[in-house]
């Protein structure tokens, strides 16, 4: 079957343009998770969907971050006014959710972020 | 404070022998831990995983140990092959949905 597809799979933003990310994520994944991974590092967990509640935001840097997910299926990570830090790939992964054993997370290929 | 660490960036090893990528973790309350492996320009593909209820968990060429009182885990792969050569990230949560990954190690797989 299908796993996670994110799209753009390369953005270049130019500071201070506000960009949107895609996450579909596998059909019937109830849980949904955004990571943002700097070069060299491991992903950072952002924020945490159960169907379309956000359940954790907690890893978000800053208020000009912003994920929805209004139908419990596609997710959108908006972040405003980028800033050069700003750049990462951005992963989303699903899960099966809770209640289904531990929790295995599914990767997407990630959207590469760069801010000039 | 990085509460997962996996101290070699890289590690070279020759094909059709076993290698070994290590990963320690601080907190006490990991209770579930798991490797993926990632290629370029692709996301994390999960590996293998081990609850802490277990020392050991095998699939196929791939085991992972764990040694609960070290707070060390360990993946071997063997035999290796040039196809594993890729960057493996360990992960650890606390019974919740929240990963924490390491900062990956480097295998690279000699022909």
């Known amino acids: 079957g299908a796993g996670v597809s994110q799209s753009p799979r390369y953005k270049v933003a130019k500071r201070g343009q506000d960009v949107a990310l895609r996450c579909d994520p596998i059909s019937g994944h109830v849980s949904l998770f955004w990571y943002q991974q700097a070069l060299g590092q491991g992903p950072e967990f952002l924020t945490y969907f159960q169907n379309e509640a956000q359940l954790d935001k907690s890893g978000l840097p800053s208020d000009r971050f912003f994920a929805e997910r209004p139908e419990g299926s596609v997710s959108t990570l908006k972040i405003q006014r980028t800033q050069q830090e700003d750049s990462a790939v951005y992963l989303c992964?699903?899960?099966?959710?809770?209640?289904?054993?531990?929790?295995?997370?599914?990767f997407g290929p990630g959207t590469r972020l760069l801010v000039l | 404070d990085q509460q997962v660490k996996q101290n070699s960036p890289s590690l070279s090893v020759q094909e059709g022998r076993i290698s070994i990528l290590n990963c320690d973790y601080t907190n006490s309350m990991f209770d579930y831990f798991l490797w993926y492996k990632k290629y370029p320009a692709e996301g994390p593909t999960f590996l293998i995983s081990?609850?802490?209820?277990?020392d050991k968990n095998e699939d196929g060429r791939f085991t992972v140990f764990l040694n609960k009182s070290a707070k060390h885990l360990s993946l071997h792969i063997v035999p290796s092959q040039p196809g594993d050569s890729a960057v493996y990230f360990c992960?650890?949560?606390?019974?919740?949905?929240?990963?924490?990954f390491g900062t990956g190690t480097r295998l690279k797989v000699l022909a």
């Open positions: 992960a650890a949560s606390s019974g919740t949905y929240k990963y924490i």
């Open positions: 081990i609850s802490s209820i277990k």
């Open positions: 992964a699903s899960s099966l959710g809770p209640g289904q054993g531990m929790e295995t997370q599914y």
